[in-house]
Nanobody
Framework: VQLQASGGGLVQAGGSLRLSCAAS????????MAWFRQAPGKEREFAGA????????YYAVSVKGRFTVSRDNAKNTVYLQMNSLKPEDTAIYYC????????????????????WGQGTLVTVSS
């Protein structure tokens, strides 16, 4: 699976942004998909994820209620809708997929993911 993230940019605090992650390959719909982020000088952290079926999602506490992960399997794309953005949301955002298809387990550590997009920078100004 090859992933390419896009949609980052500069936004004021309180604003919104939608990131996209386009995947190649016919098996996209078989993978849970996740978004991670990495702020300057910090480790990469889990933000949110969606099951391969699209039927369930999981979020980090820091973004829950503000971010929404969705997917369109017909378009091989996963999205991250970010609302009520804060300066502390500033980071490079990465989409990722684990190695296992049709997995029923949620993974929160970067090392549990085999496939990564190149990242897209989100900057939130105060």
């Amino acid at each position: 699976v090859q992933l390419q993230a896009s949609g980052g940019g500069l936004v004021q605090a309180g604003g919104s942004l939608r990131l996209s992650c386009a995947a190649s390959g016919r098996t996209f719909s078989a993978y849970n998909m996740a978004w991670f982020r990495q702020a300057p000088g910090k480790e990469r952290e889990f933000a949110g994820a969606i099951a391969w079926s699209g039927g369930s999602t999981y979020y980090a506490v820091s973004v829950k209620g503000r971010f929404t992960v969705s997917r369109d399997n017909a378009k091989n794309t996963v999205y991250l809708q970010m609302n009520s953005l804060k300066p502390e949301d500033t980071a490079i955002y990465y989409c990722a997929a684990p190695s296992q298809m049709y997995d029923s387990t949620w993974y929160f550590r970067p090392k549990d993911y085999a496939y990564w997009g190149q990242g897209t920078l989100v900057t939130v100004s105060s």
